[in-house]
Structures are given as C-alpha cells and as structure tokens.
C-alpha cells in the first residue's frame, strides 16, 4: 500500500525542508509511520550519478531536473520520491513541490498541500545563510533571479500554491514556526485551517 502525501511547496528559502522535519516529528508522536524524501536530494543524486556536475549547485541541478521531466515526464520526481519512501510508510512528505501535475498525484494518494510562505528579504537571509553553491549572495540578484524563474514557461511554484490546501508563515521566528506546524499536525488531516500564522 502506497503512502498518504504531504505535498510541501514554497519559494526558496521559506523553510519547506525546515517544515517537513516538524511535522515528521509531530505526526509520528500521533503514530503516524512518516517518510522525508525531497526531490531536490533525488535531484542532486541523479547530477552525482550521471556525473552531470557539482551536485551542489543550484544551477546544475535545476537544469538536470527539468531535462529529466521532459525525458521522463513531469511526475518522475514524485513517482520516484514514492518509491524511495517504500513499503510500510503511512505519510510521504515531499518538500520542494514544483510541478502541476504533481498537486493531481497528490490528490490521488489522499494527500494535501500546503504552502510555506515568507517575505523575500527573510528569504535571501536564509539562503545566503546555508551557504549553497549558486545561490545569490547578494539581495538583487538574489530577487532577480528568482523573478526569471518565475517568469520562465517551465516554472510552476506560483501555480503549484495557488492549488494548496493551506498555508503556514514562517516570517518569524523558529519557535513561532514550530508552533504553527504543531497546530497543523494537530488539525491534520480533517480540520486543517486554511492558514497557519506565528501571531
């Protein structure tokens, strides 16, 4: 029996992986057998495999993922986030949600999405802070970069939230966050709020 997902989307540097840790820890205290698979580590195992790079860098992976979606279609990360978390698994967490057509895989798996949200200028905080190479180190490119992204035909994170279930702030601080994905853990599955706010 394949597992119920948890679909977790967001620009970068919102805290999608940060948020995946917190309701795997929460959810298991409620019994709940969870799995933590992003695509992005699916992703930068692929770019070391294929010898296609720095696995590393923001850039290279980007591109191996798009091209591996064109070849293998567009739920490839998601099928094979799936079956990594393999047999036994009650909930799937999948941070780093990108794709439309991932949201319908969501659906079928009984599953739900959720949205992490923060202002820009926290975001470029936290990205120049996990020192990843490709990342913009500085607030202009960083803001430059991400408008090409979403100006680009292949990018889907602002389509990808607007089909979420809910959405949790994460504008302040660490325990503000984790208390709001407490609050969501206690609600899931059947009364989950349609927005998760640390005030």
């Not at 099928?79 to 991932?102: C, F, N, Q, S, W």
């Not at 895989?105 to 190479?133: C, M, S, W, Y």
């Not at 180190?137 to 889907?156: C, G, I, K, Y």
């Amino acid at each position: 029996m394949q597992p119920t997902i948890i679909g977790i989307t967001g620009q970068p540097g919102a805290g999608k992986d940060t948020l995946a840790q917190l309701l795997s820890k929460y959810l298991t205290a409620k019994g709940l057998k969870c799995a933590i698979v992003p695509p992005g580590d699916l992703v930068r195992a692929y770019v070391e495999e294929h010898h296609l790079g720095n696995p590393g860098d923001r850039s290279v992976d980007k591109h191996a993922a798009e091209a591996v979606r064109q070849e293998k279609g567009s739920n490839y990360w998601i099928e094979a986030a799936i079956a990594k978390a393999g047999e036994g698994v009650d909930l799937l967490l999948y941070p780093g949600m990108r794709h439309a057509t991932e949201v319908g895989v969501v659906r079928i798996h009984n599953g739900v999405v959720i949205t992490v949200d923060a202002p820009q200028k926290v975001r470029f905080e936290r990205v120049l802070a996990r020192k990843r190479a490709g990342d913009a180190t500085d607030f202009e490119t960083f803001a430059a970069q991400e408008q090409a992204e979403r100006n680009s035909p292949s990018h889907q994170v602002d389509k990808v939230i607007e089909m979420s279930d809910t959405v949790i702030e994460n504008a302040g601080t660490l325990h503000q966050f984790e208390e709001c994905a407490k609050a969501l853990a206690t609600d899931y599955p059947e009364n989950l709020r349609r927005f998760y706010t640390g005030e």
